[in-house]
């Protein structure tokens, strides 16, 4: 693969915080922060679109004696088949789940899957983490 080099402007300050931070993280220089950057902004690009294949968690906590919320939570699995593609479930205490659910499909789908997801009685937190499927990205 050919590597461009290219000139960024900056603040002296905005520039001296980066690197304070980049330090912190471990990065071995700016170009390896600077990559991490902007794959991180076509990703969030790929999620806005809505129409492009991308991969997720959506990580819920509930109390699995409230409601029927573990009725339910696997109808929806069942129901999107298709992007959920595995699923973890972890007992936290006697009353308390965590369940974190692997999805991959259509930006705009996964969203409507982790909004109906979070959104059931007896969950008590949930999110969804964006990533990308990695194909379109260098």
């Known amino acids: 693969m050919k590597i461009i080099r290219f000139g960024v402007s900056m603040p002296e300050d905005l520039l001296g915080k980066f690197d304070a931070i ?26 806005e679109e809505g129409n492009k294949e991308v991969a997720g968690t959506i990580t819920i906590v509930y109390n699995h004696d409230e409601a ?19 699923s973890l479930h972890v007992h936290m205490d006697e009353h308390n789940c965590l369940e974190v659910i692997v999805v991959k499909g259509e930006a705009s789908r996964v969203k409507k899957i982790a909004e109906r997801l979070i959104s059931l009685k007896g969950v008590k937190h949930g999110k969804l983490v964006m990533t990308t499927t990695g194909k379109e990205l260098v």
Do not use: T
């Open 22 to 47: 980049i330090e912190e993280k471990g990065y071995a220089n700016r170009s390896e922060a600077i990559r991490d950057l902007v794959r991180d902004f076509i990703v969030r690009h790929e999620w």
């Open 68 to 86: 029927d919320v573990v009725k339910e939570l696997l109808e929806m699995q069942h129901d999107y088949v298709n992007e959920i593609i595995s």
